[in-house]
């Protein structure tokens, strides 16, 4: 119960306070752009010999690093960047979509497909979500609040479930204890 009243309050305080929320949601995207850099470094220099150009990977992964440390540095950067990065996953979605239906216009001599409709669709929804930002941190306060909030209800519904089973379950013992109390047992030997 103690739990689920935890999870609850957590929530509200995400909700309440959204623009702490999103700094500390940013805040552990920034330190995991941080540690897959410094796992990135690792990993090449560790097997320099096995890869060729490792260079250009060692470069890659210093990269992702030193943008891990620019975006903790400064939050405003990082929540440019989480919106960059869904816009571009949802264009590169589109691109996918785009050229799905091209491969398969080409065997199937159609003209106009799902898949291309769905990508014009995620084309206009990038576009409305790169010229209106505050949707997406939006969108990441609410999926970061709402779990927090089922758990707390889940939690406390087990606990008034189990609370309600363990009063069953002594009125059950008590039961059994007043009926068997009288009963003399024989030990037989063999």
């Not at 199937?108 to 930002?133: C, D, E, H, K, R």
């Not at 949707?135 to 999926?143: A, D």
């Not at 209800?153 to 309600?164: D, E, P, S």
Request: proline content about 2%.
């Amino acid at each position: 119960m103690i739990a689920g009243i935890i999870f609850i309050l957590v929530a509200i305080g995400i909700y309440s306070m959204p623009g702490l929320s999103i700094s500390v949601i940013m805040l552990l995207f920034s330190f995991t752009i941080i540690l897959f850099g410094i796992r990135e470094t690792a990993f090449v220099v560790n097997n320099r010999m096995l890869i060729k150009n490792w260079g250009w990977h060692l470069a890659s992964s210093l990269l992702t690093l030193i943008i891990g440390i620019i975006l903790i540095s400064n939050p405003l950067i990082t929540i440019s960047y989480i919106n960059a990065i869904i816009v571009i996953l949802l264009f590169s979605k589109a691109v996918q979509n785009f050229l799905f239906h091209y491969t398969y216009s080409k065997r199937t001599q159609s003209t106009i497909g799902m898949n291309s409709v769905y990508g014009v669709a995620l084309v206009f929804i990038g576009l409305f979500l790169w010229s209106s930002p505050q949707i997406i941190t939006t969108f990441l306060i609410t999926l970061s609040g709402l779990p927090f909030l089922i758990m707390g209800i889940l939690c406390i519904a087990l606990a008034l479930t189990l609370r309600k089973t363990h009063k069953k379950l002594d009125a059950f013992k008590r039961s059994f204890q007043d009926k068997t109390k009288d009963t003399t047992y024989e030990i037989i030997e063999d």
